[in-house]
């Protein structure tokens, strides 16, 4: 079945200080993953997309079909950071899946 | 940027009333896509539609919800009678062909009391 597993609903860390955010997931075929984020009373927003390897606002997240896993880092965390963070996959045109989110709270 | 809208932003309803929840995809998108959040839970996939039909549905997506797009520009959610349990932030979304990103609107909370 196809599942997106945040284990984290709240992480804070202090200003400066690295963030890894986690994402695991379960899908049948070659999935295509992403991270979007929520600023406070904002939309869902694209930050990254594993195929195109970028570097977004400082994050990064490398796909590891061994482990599954799609986690978000950043070497040093900014105020400006804090919203919550969606790992999310699709494995066709037709929809996504969501896991359930983790609110990053960068502390001064 | 093109943005999708939402309108309205917030929708206070009677339970067993009917709603409609209006969305503005980007113009050249082709695909579109709702889903529903429920307060302190995840985004949850409820419909897409392609080409005039749905292409896809969730479980959620009983016979209470229909979408339509009236015209060239509007792509609506109805939810015929309400419950309390409908109570969510709904996200419209729009996509386009060869690119599996999509794009959020900025939601629409429905309250049913």
């Known amino acids: 079945a196809q599942r997106v597993t945040q284990p984290e609903k709240l992480l804070s860390v202090f200003k400066g200080a690295p963030v890894e955010l986690k994402c695991n997931y379960s899908?049948?075929?070659?999935?295509?993953l992403f991270w979007y984020v929520q600023y406070s009373r904002q939309r869902l927003q694209l930050l990254l997309r594993h195929i195109s390897r970028e570097s977004i606002k400082g994050f990064t997240a490398d796909l590891n079909k061994g482990e599954t896993s799609f986690h978000l880092k950043k070497p040093f965390a900014q105020e400006e950071d804090s919203a919550m963070y969606y790992c999310?996959?699709?494995?066709?045109?037709?929809?996504?899946?969501f896991g359930s989110g983790t609110k990053l709270n960068v502390k001064p | 940027e093109p943005e999708v809208t939402q309108t309205p932003s917030h929708q206070v309803t009677q339970m067993g009333q009917e709603v409609i929840l209006r969305c503005v995809p980007i113009?050249?998108?082709?695909?579109f896509y709702w889903y529903r959040q429920i307060l302190g839970q995840k985004v949850e996939f409820l419909v897409s539609?392609?080409?005039?039909?749905?292409?896809?549905k969730s479980e959620i997506f009983d016979d209470q919800f229909s979408v339509e797009r009236p015209d060239g520009s509007n792509f609506t959610l109805k939810i015929r009678s309400t419950k309390l349990e409908d109570s969510a932030m709904y996200f419209c979304?729009?996509?386009?062909?060869?690119?599996?990103?999509?794009?959020f609107g900025q939601g629409t909370r429905l309250t049913v009391v």
């Open positions: 539609f392609y080409n005039n039909e749905i292409s896809e």
């Open positions: 899908y049948s075929g070659s999935p295509e």
């Open positions: 979304a729009s996509g386009n062909w060869g690119d599996t990103e999509a794009f």
């Open positions: 999310a996959l699709t494995g066709n045109f037709n929809k996504f899946y």
């Open positions: 113009s050249n998108h082709l695909y």
